[in-house]
C-alpha cells in the first residue's frame, strides 16, 4: 500500500495554523496540523487576561509594523474583523468592546480554542499532537516531514510555529531556521510589545513610584520629529516601565535611542504654573498634585536632576519663571534612554521573522519554493497591542488555506 501523502502539512497549531487547517480542510483538502506542545492554543488561552482581545474593529494595515508596510494589506481584506465576528456569532460566542476598538470574549479564551478545534473537525482535519519537528526537506514535489512520530509525507507545508515571545510557553525559532534552510532572508527579530528597562543605578530614584500608573504621550526616538507617537498609560515598575503605553512604544524602539515622555499631555504647563503665580501662598509640589498622583509629585519631582532642590515646598509665587518654565518642560519632556527590554520571556511578540519580500501577499506561499508557506507571527508584520497580532493571524492563515492547492 502506497504511503499517505497529505495534501498540506500544518506547522503549529496556534491562531494562524488552526485557521489555515480548517480553512483548507473545508474545502475538501486532506490536511494534518502538528504541533509540539500538550495543550493546544495556550498563547490564545493567557491573551487578554484569560478573556482574549481577538480582533481590533479599526484594524488597518497602519496598525502594523512591517519593512513592507503594504505586504498585509491584501490577507487583511480578505478576512477582516467583522468576518472573525461573523464566526463567533455561529458559536454563539459572547463578546464586549473594550478600549479602542478592541474586542475580548466575555467568558473566556477557552471559548475562542474550541471554536477553532471544531473548525478544524469539520474539515476532518488530522491531528498530531504533541509531536515534535525534527526537520523537513523537499524531496521531488512532496515536503519530507521527520518527527518523533516518524516521517510526514506533504505536497505543500505551512510554517504556522509562531515567534520567540514566551519560550516558557514552547515558542521557538524554529520558523526562522527553516527559513534559513531554505535560502530565504529574514528581517532580525527582536522582542516587542515588552517592557523597557534602565540601568539600576539611573533608575533607583524612580523604583519608589513601582505599580504607579499614569496617562502620558509617548514618542520615540527623542527628537524634533519621532518616527511614532502614542497617547497610553505607562507604569512603572522596579526595573523600567511598562504599561500599554510603553509596550506600543517598545516596537518601535531601537537599541541605543532615548524616549521622550509628556507627562501631562493634556495640560499646558508652562501656563498653568505661570498663572498660579498670582494664586498666593500654594506650593508646587500642591499645584501639581491637583493634575498627577500625589506619588509621583513626590518621587518624580526630587529624582529629576535638572530641577533645583526643594522645589516641591517652595511657593509658586517665589520661584522665577525662568525655573517654572524648566521644570514645565521637564514635565512635557522627560528624555530617557532604556538599557534594553525585558526580552522574549516578558514579551508578546516577536518583531522581525520571514521576510514579505519572499512572499506572495495574496497566499504567502514563498515565492522560490513552491509548495512552501509562512503564516501568522513568523512572518515580518507585526501588530500593536489591542488584537491586531491575532488579526494578521486570523488573516493570514485564511489567505493561505484558501490559496493551497487541492490534488491533481
Ligand atoms: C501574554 C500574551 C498575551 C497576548 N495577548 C494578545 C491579545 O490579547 N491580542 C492579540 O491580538 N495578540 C495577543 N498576543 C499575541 C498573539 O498571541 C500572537 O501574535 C499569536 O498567537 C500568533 O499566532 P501564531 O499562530 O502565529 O503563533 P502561536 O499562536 O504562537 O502558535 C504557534 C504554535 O506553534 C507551535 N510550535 C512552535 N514551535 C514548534 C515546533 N518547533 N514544532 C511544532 N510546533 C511548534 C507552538 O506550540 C504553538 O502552538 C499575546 C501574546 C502573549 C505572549
Known sequence: MAALVYDVAVIGAGAAGMMAASVAGQRGLRVVLIDHATKLGEKIRISGGGRCNFTNVGTTPANYISKNPHFCRSALSGYTP?????????????????????LFCDDSAEDIIQMLRQECEKGHVSWRM????????KQGDDFSIRSNQGTITARQVVIATGGMAIPQLGATDFALKLARQFDLKVIEPRPALVPLQFDG????????????????????????????????????????????????????????????????????????????????????????????????????????????AGLLQQRVADVPDKVLKQLAASIHRWELAPSGTAGYKKAEVMRGGVDTAMLDQRSLQVRSVPGLYFIGEAVDVTGWLGGYNFQWAWASGVACGRALQPAA
Not at 467583522?82 to 478592541?102: M, N, P, S, T, V
Not at 504533541?130 to 526537506?137: H, L, N
Request: net charge neutral.
Open 82 to 102: 467583522q468576518d472573525f465576528l461573523r464566526l463567533l456569532k455561529d458559536y454563539g460566542i459572547a463578546w464586549h468592546e473594550k478600549h479602542k476598538g478592541q
Open 201 to 308: 543605578g539611573e533608575w533607583q530614584p524612580f523604583a519608589a513610584l513601582s505599580g504607579l500608573s499614569a496617562p502620558v504621550r509617548l514618542s520615540v526616538p527623542a527628537v524634533a520629529k519621532p518616527r511614532m507617537k502614542f497617547d497610553e498609560d505607562l507604569l512603572f515598575t522596579h526595573r523600567g516601565l511598562s504599561g500599554p503605553g510603553i509596550l506600543q512604544i517598545s516596537s518601535y524602539w531601537d537599541p541605543g535611542e532615548a524616549l521622550a515622555i509628556d507627562l501631562a499631555p493634556d495640560v499646558n504647563m508652562e501656563k498653568l504654573l505661570l498663572d498660579a503665580k498670582s494664586g498666593g501662598k500654594q506650593q508646587v509640589g500642591n499645584l501639581l498634585g491637583q493634575y498627577w498622583p500625589k506619588r509621583l509629585v513626590e518621587h518624580w519631582l526630587p529624582a529629576n536632576p535638572t530641577l533645583p
Open 130 to 137: 504533541p509531536c515534535a519537528v525534527e526537520s523537513i526537506a
